[in-house]
C-alpha cells in the first residue's frame, strides 16, 4: 500500500509561485512508480497538470501549464514536488498528486492517490 499527503497549497496573488509537496510512505516501493499531479476545480472534472517517470528523466505537461510549472522528484526523500510559476486565477483548483506504474496523462493509469491541497489564486 501506498500513502501520498500532499502539502504547500493555500492563497497566491496572480504571478505568484508556489510549491507543492507529495511526501510518500507506505510498503510499496514507491520509488518505482510514476507519480502525476492532476487538479480539479469546482464543477469541473479532474484533469492532468503534469507526470513523471520513476526515475525523474521524462516529464510530461499538459500544454495550459507547460513553460509554467515543473514537476521533480526525490527518490531519496520520497517526495515528488510541483513548483507552479506565473500563477492564474484559472489555476485556482484542489491539486491532487497519485501514483501509478506509467506516466500517463489519464485518471485511471494511477492507482494511489492523496487527499489533495486547495491553491487558490487572485486577481
Known amino acids: 500500500q501506498v500513502q501520498l499527503v500532499e502539502s504547500g497549497g493555500g492563497l497566491v496573488q496572480a504571478g505568484g509561485p508556489l510549491r507543492l509537496s507529495c511526501a510518500t510512505s507506505?510498503?510499496?516501493?514507491?520509488?518505482?512508480?510514476?507519480m502525476g499531479w492532476f487538479r480539479q476545480a469546482p464543477g469541473k472534472e479532474r484533469e492532468f497538470v503534469t507526470a513523471?517517470?520513476?526515475?525523474?528523466?521524462?516529464?510530461y505537461y499538459a500544454d495550459l501549464v507547460k513553460g509554467r510549472f515543473t514537476i521533480s522528484r526525490d527518490n531519496a526523500k520520497r517526495t515528488v514536488y510541483l513548483q507552479m510559476n506565473s500563477l492564474k486565477p484559472a489555476d485556482s483548483a484542489v491539486y491532487y498528486c497519485?501514483?501509478?506504474?506509467?506516466?500517463?496523462?489519464?485518471?485511471?493509469?494511477?492507482?494511489?492517490w492523496g487527499q489533495g491541497t486547495q491553491v487558490t489564486v487572485s486577481s
Open positions: 497519485a501514483a501509478g506504474p506509467r506516466a500517463l496523462g489519464s485518471v485511471g493509469a494511477y492507482d494511489y
Open positions: 507506505g510498503r510499496t516501493f514507491v520509488c518505482s512508480y510514476a
Open positions: 513523471i517517470n520513476w526515475s525523474g528523466g521524462n516529464t
